[in-house]
């Protein structure tokens, strides 16, 4: 039970830090907010995190898959050196170059709400190597074990993390808004950081498993 309390919260952080700089998704459910009322908002989000736990159970089973093969083992460890640095460099760079704008949004009628957020999400291609990146340290890291309910956590966590993010645009975007643009640069800043500690700490174990 231990481990999946430790599971559910590195992966609610883990999302909760990935959908927080503004953009596409955060937006438009602010936005879906202002113009089609609080309830409409909370529906487009719901659609979001439903996609992002379709993505997130995707990502488990690429992990899966690959980790039943031993002789992949350290190939996985690589992919998730790379998919950490990718991540890690791209957000420096958001943080770098991060210049107020006004971000496109999206048309969305009360009675798509919920498909539109799925849609838009599904948009998203770096959301799988995201999680597929997590999973493979988390479980090196002893949080997940490819059971049921350690699964079910990790997807739950993905979407949970993603949806209360998204509530808070929804219900607050004014106040959000008006600290826009230092909450986006510092948001990009952290996740590179925490990208990098990943990275350090999935080289070092695969540099212990080469060296064991």
Request: charged letters at 15%; zero cysteines; hydrophobic letters at 55%.
């Amino acid at each position: 039970m231990t481990h999946l309390l430790i599971l559910f919260f590195v992966t609610f952080s883990a999302a909760f830090m990935a959908t927080v700089p503004p953009g596409l998704l955060n937006m438009n459910a602010a936005k879906t907010s202002v113009e089609k009322g609080k309830n409409n908002g909370i529906i487009f989000s719901l659609g979001v995190s439903t996609m992002i736990m379709m993505q997130a159970y995707i990502a488990v089973l690429i992990s899966k898959f690959l980790y039943r093969n031993p002789a992949v083992i350290d190939l996985l460890m690589k992919i998730a050196v790379g998919i950490f640095a990718f991540f890690a460099i791209y957000f420096f760079i958001m943080g770098k170059r991060f210049k107020p704008k006004k971000i496109r949004i999206e048309k969305i009628s009360k009675k798509n709400s919920f498909f539109k957020g799925m849609l838009l999400a599904a948009l998203n291609l770096l959301t799988i190597p995201y999680y597929s990146g997590l999973n493979v340290m988390w479980n090196a890291s002893g949080w997940i074990k490819f059971q049921v309910w350690d699964i079910a956590t990790f997807i739950l966590a993905a979407g949970m993390g993603t949806f209360t993010v998204l509530y808070l645009y929804t219900f607050y975007f004014n106040k959000l808004e008006m600290k826009n643009k230092t909450f986006s640069r510092n948001s990009n800043y952290i996740l590179s950081g925490l990208m990098l500690i990943l990275l350090l700490i999935t080289l070092i174990r695969l540099f212990n498993s080469n060296h064991g």
